[in-house]
């Protein structure tokens, strides 16, 4: 037999990118998907804490005692005071955001309990000064949402650097608010 001359029949075969490309195409499909889940979850815990410092302020936050107050320079209208608290309520909501992102409210369930109990504060603060005149009631609420508002920072840190550092801004201007109070309850 001619077994020496005989040659091993080989199939020639396609290169495997078409395999490599549905694996990729997978990958890309998994992350939009999760991208839009991201971006979901996102709107959601902006949208509901803006709609309800939104009522609050439509609620509470008139006040003619305010509005004859003489302020000082570094008190703003109540139009500015508000869209502050605004806009502190949407930077700490995506400061939330940020630490339920990476997964910090399922390790550690106090960093949630403080979150929203600072929260629930600084909604409480207009009922309280603008609507009740409660003034010494207002500054140990803001005092309540600064020492929060620590706390937060605090326990971000551990979770996030950059929720950590969104929320100081926060902090500075829920400290203004415990100034405003201050200067109201000495008038």
């Given at each position: 037999?001619?077994?020496?001359n005989?040659?091993?029949r ?9 395999n ?8 890309q499909k ?7 889940r991201?971006l ?8 509901i804490p ?6 609050n ?5 008139t ?10 320079n570094w ?5 500015a005071?508000h869209m ?5 309520a ?7 955001w940020?630490?339920?992102a990476e997964?910090g ?6 960093i949630?309990g403080?979150?929203?109990?600072q929260?629930?504060l600084?909604?409480?603060w207009?009922?309280?000064m603008f609507?009740l ?24 840190k551990?979770v ?5 550092d ?7 201007w ?14």
């Amino acid at each position: 037999m001619d077994t020496q001359n005989l040659k091993q029949r080989t199939t020639r075969q396609e290169p495997t990118t078409t395999n490599d490309e549905s694996v990729r195409g997978a990958g890309q499909k998994m992350k939009r998907t999760m991208a839009k889940r991201g971006l979901k979850s996102l709107s959601i815990a902006l949208t509901i804490p803006v709609i309800l410092t939104l009522t609050n302020i439509y609620m509470f936050g008139t006040s003619d005692n305010y509005k004859l107050f003489n302020r000082p320079n570094w008190v703003p209208p109540i139009w500015a005071l508000h869209m502050a608290c605004l806009g502190s309520a949407s930077l700490l909501c995506l400061c939330g955001w940020l630490v339920w992102a990476e997964g910090g409210f399922h390790k550690n369930p106090n960093i949630a309990g403080l979150y929203f109990g600072q929260f629930g504060l600084s909604l409480l603060w207009d009922l309280l000064m603008f609507k009740l005149g409660a003034n010494w009631a207002g500054l140990l609420v803001a005092v309540g949402v600064c020492y929060g508002l620590y706390q937060c920072y605090r326990a971000f840190k551990q979770v996030s650097d950059i929720a950590a550092d969104l929320v100081l801004p926060c902090l500075g201007w829920s400290a203004l608010l415990g100034f405003i109070s201050l200067k109201f309850m000495l008038n």
